[in-house]
């Protein structure tokens, strides 16, 4: 029997990544209510079906048909193409070592990617705590609480959104445009004082999401302020990663903001660039659950929560081209 856990933001959600991983004769073994997060499901299976998750990786009947070690292979030539550092590699090729039914590339690579990292998705319905975007100069803080305020909206939700990016030129006023044509309230912080006040106002919105000033982690003053801040009214700091970026460099900063409190990782400008390395060894490095990504920078696009299977067809496209794809696409 083989067990895997699910983490999703509604029980239906779950249940569909269940499906997705382990086919319709999977059992339910256990159920996790998660505050401020969702549902947590782990399920068991005797032995789970093949998957057909892209074109040109599967296996078949076929004599010729490739043995594990093959797509293990393949799988590590993909992680070489994205950066992915010597240690991390190692991790994940020797777990699907251990898969004993490893089906075809993708789906051998979904599986690996399950057990080495956390998956939980931003919450949509409501969370008790500001959900907080922090992280590095550029990285795409301000735009990312746009989407997840105009996903949030459109879903319905009573939203208020507050910032403390009153540094930046125009980063008020970047969000202030933002917030006008979505009709929600803007507040604007100056000190932890200010935001206990002004979230305390806010309480009765479903979703409360703070746009953090640049911080540079490793200037330990911006730090201790920016855990200050967060400190001040229950909070959830995620840390907004774009893609492309240098993995060692990308640990140090993961380690960093971990030490404020951040648990989840945002991965960004996957439109823009390539190779996601860097960014899962950051998330591996901090021990941070990835959540969302962002592929686009048109806000109504919002954030798609990520899952094994959704970054394994990141990571391994069904068919290779140099013209970039969006999610919707690279997902299909």
């Known amino acids: 029997m083989r067990l895997k856990t699910f983490t999703a933001p509604t029980m239906s959600a779950a249940m569909a990544l269940v499906k997705e991983h382990m086919g319709a004769d999977a059992i339910i073994v256990s159920t996790q209510d998660i505050p401020g997060s969702g549902v947590r499901l782990t399920a068991a299976i005797d032995n789970e079906p093949d998957f057909e998750i892209g074109h040109g990786t599967g296996i078949d009947d076929r004599a010729d048909a490739p043995t594990q070690s093959e797509l293990i292979e393949e799988v590590e030539r993909a992680l070489i193409r994205h950066s992915v550092p010597e240690r991390l ?47 590095t100069p550029g990285a795409g803080k301000t735009l990312c609480v746009a989407k997840a305020a105009a996903r949030a909206v459109m879903k319905k ?56 000033a640049n911080c540079n982690p490793y200037v330990q003053a911006e730090l201790a302020a920016l855990a200050e801040l967060l400190h001040a009214v229950p909070s959830e700091p995620i840390l907004v990663c774009p893609a492309g970026v240098d993995a060692e460099e990308t640990g140090d900063i ?76 690279v997902m299909k």
């Not at 020797?94 to 993708?106: F, I, K, L, S």
């Not at 933002?178 to 000190?191: A, D, M, Q």
Request: a positive charge; one cysteine or more.
């Open 254 to 329: 993961a380690n960093a903001f971990a030490e404020c409190g951040t648990t989840r990782m945002l991965i960004t400008r996957l439109d823009v660039a390539s190779r996601l390395g860097g960014a899962l060894y950051g998330a591996d490095t901090g021990n941070l659950s990835l959540c969302n990504v962002s592929m686009t920078a048109q806000v109504a696009d919002g954030l798609t929560a990520i899952s094994p299977v959704a970054l394994a067809k990141l990571l391994m496209p069904a068919k290779h081209t140099h013209k970039k794809k969006s999610f919707a696409e």
């Open 89 to 135: 590699r190692l991790r994940l090729c020797d777990a699907m070592g251990r898969e004993r039914t490893p089906g075809n590339a993708q789906q051998l690579l979904a599986s690996a990617l399950d057990e080495i990292f956390e998956f939980a998705p931003l919450p949509e319905k409501s969370s008790p705590r500001a959900i907080a975007f922090v992280g």
């Open 157 to 212: 939700r009573r939203v208020a959104v507050l910032t403390s990016d009153t540094r930046r030129a125009g980063g008020v006023d970047q969000l202030r445009a933002f917030t006008k044509i979505l009709k929600i309230p803007l507040g604007i912080i100056k000190s932890p004082e200010d935001l206990r006040e002004q979230f305390d106002a806010v309480r009765g919105a479903d979703l409360v999401f703070l746009d953090t």
